[in-house]
């Protein structure tokens, strides 16, 4: 579903990315992990297609499409989802009406008839059940005025309702607590198909107990020094990158 | 790497997106010569066959108005107008009284096709009586039967004059006086048509009253006057809207509107307004110069204007309120949006008189390109005006950085038992916001359009429904033209 070949990307000369490579197949759950700094979240905003990142060199093939050759909105109308690390506020625009016209640009994308206003609005009712949010959440303006917690929910909310072929959540976990933590692992879990992928950018084991995750890989200076099963989180957990690095650099 | 979308781009394809509603209707066009004296207001009051009372009405206001001085306070900047370089009276050659609308030029009817407001779709889906002033003159009334059996005059000015003299004579220059300001003193003395619309005690109008008002001669400086009256405990909603075509040349547009609201009454006057704005050098584009004032006469009266302000060059309008009935309220709530060269200078005034009178003003400012867009609004607690409470929002939202926002409020309060708050933000439309659209699948065209009407959302509300429906097209179609 995702391969990423040798990709090389920077931000204001910087360089982040120093040729990383990653392979994604349907129905599994990749977990990113490593120390600050190291390039997680640039690997999330250059999938995505954010503009500030330049991308110098590598190939990232999506469902056989050049990724990089798409523009934002396509890369989300083919079915790519970014949970963001800090969700943006759009005040006075609903959350229903937000996500009304998102699902009608991907359906026409997709060739696909618009959902009737009663089909939408029971997808609305079941997908929120998911995540455990409340009515009046989604009848507000988009993230504005949420909790932390309540801005998580509503990304995987908001995942739920677009039903991507691949979905990256970028320190989804942060800033929330062990019952919400437990909710968006839950609602990410209830969505996994075999058709369908999850990469996880964390910094913490915690998540993982929750998204149980079929491989670990570590990030450090721009690269994947080691990939592994669930077991590698907790061994980091317990031990912290350092050896890794070692590791990697005697290798 | 994909083209993504910058600021910098979206500033780029703001600056061609180009007027929607640029096209020319040619209908022989019955002509004054250029310029303005004496004899002119007398070819314009002979012309439409007006009362002697009215001629000195206008001949007053032509010497007031010669005595005074082109105001240069506002935020705007444009070249000297030649008064003189203009036509004060062109109107569409009356070849035939209609008695339906297969009668009516079917150029015209085209027109009106074009701009979505065809009078057979107006009629059939909304029930809106609409009076059309195409060029000074109204060419068509519908549903006046219907408003008539309840007692509401609603016509064109010209007729209000001949039909109902005593009406216009109690009303007219009553709210704006002839000598209020200079725009206001070249209407009075100018002005060529425009819409009269009384509501009897107790009658609630029906139906939404609207008119759409075009301006369409070259060099034709339009000169409206509007005058709705509702007697006490009467209810009525109006509606304006208006867009016109493309020209070289800018046209000058000076129309006063007035609203009196007696004891229990309440006016509700709309306006979308999307006159050509000029090219993106700024090149034409309508000068719009309005004077719009309503008075709370009675008690518990209350007057709101709304109003979505998308095109013309040069905006300079200020629709207020004087609050002299107790207990009375005023309302204005404000969309501007400017894009390249625009310049606006809008907002309101709220004067309190009476006792207990409330105002609300919401002014939301967008600015583009590089436009110059600002509020400037007045709210005075006069002494007699005890509890008198008012309330002001005035956001302002920038895309790019070469446009300006500006915030000019005014507050006098002469008792201390008033209460005035204000409170103003200026925010941008943020990149990680069209983003985070774009992530979930809306091109930036869309995203910005979903985000303006999300920021104008609480002024879009007031709107009547239909109203609203294209003020959400107009904010669209005015910053449009950004697919990445």
Known sequence: ?251 | MADIYTEEQLAKDLKKSEYKYGFVTDIDSDKAPKGINEDIIRFISAKKKEPVWMLEFRLKAFAAWKEMKEPDWAHVNYPPIDFQDLHYYAAPKPKKKYDSLDEVDPELLDTFKKLGISMEEQKRLVGVAVDVVMDSVSVKTTFKEKLSELGIIFCSMSEAIREHPELIQEHLATVVPVSDNYYAALNSAVFTDGSFCYIPKGVRCPMELSTYFRINEANTGQFERTLVVADEGSYVSYLEGCTAPIRDENQLHAAVVELKAFKNAEIKYSTVQNWYPGDENGKGGIYNFVTKRGICEGDNSKISWTQVETGSAITWKYPSCILKGNHSSGEFYSVAVTNNRQQADTGTKMIHIGRNTKSTIISKGISAGFSENSYRGLVRMGKGAKNGRNFSQCDSLLLGDKCGAHTFPYIEVENSSAKVEHEATTSKIGEDQIFYCNQRGIDTEKAVSLIVNGYAKEVLNKLPMEFAVEAQKLLAISLEGSVG
């Open chain 1, 1 to 251: 579903m995702l391969k990423i070949k040798n990709l090389k990307a920077s931000i204001e000369d910087k360089n982040i990315l120093k040729g990383l490579n990653l392979e994604v197949k349907p129905g599994e759950v990749h977990a990113i992990m490593g120390p600050n700094g190291s390039g997680k979240s640039t690997l999330a905003s250059v999938l995505a297609g954010r503009e500030d990142y330049e991308v110098q060199a590598g190939e990232v093939d999506f469902d056989s499409k050049d990724l990089l050759d798409m523009s934002p909105e396509e890369r989300a109308r083919e079915g790519l989802f970014l949970a963001f690390q800090y969700p943006v506020e759009i005040p006075g625009v609903s959350n229903i009406n937000f996500l009304k016209t998102a699902i009608a640009e991907i359906r026409e994308h997709r060739g696909l008839e618009p959902l009737t206003a009663k089909d939408f609005l029971k997808l609305v009712k079941e997908k929120k059940e998911l995540v455990e949010l409340s009515g009046e959440l989604t009848s507000r303006s988009v993230n504005e005025g949420f909790s932390g917690g309540e801005k998580k929910r509503n990304e995987i909310f908001q995942m739920a309702m677009l039903e991507p072929k691949l979905a990256i959540l970028d320190e989804t976990d942060s800033g929330l607590d062990i019952d919400a933590l437990r909710i968006v692992a839950n609602g990410v879990n209830k969505l996994r198909t075999k058709d369908n992928a999850v990469v996880v950018i964390t910094h913490y084991q915690r998540l993982l107990d929750y998204i149980v995750p079929d491989f670990v890989h570590v990030l450090s200076g721009g690269k994947i020094i080691k990939t592994g099963t669930k077991e590698l989180a907790l061994e980091l957990e317990d031990k912290g990158y350092d050896w890794i690095k070692e590791e990697a650099q005697t290798a």
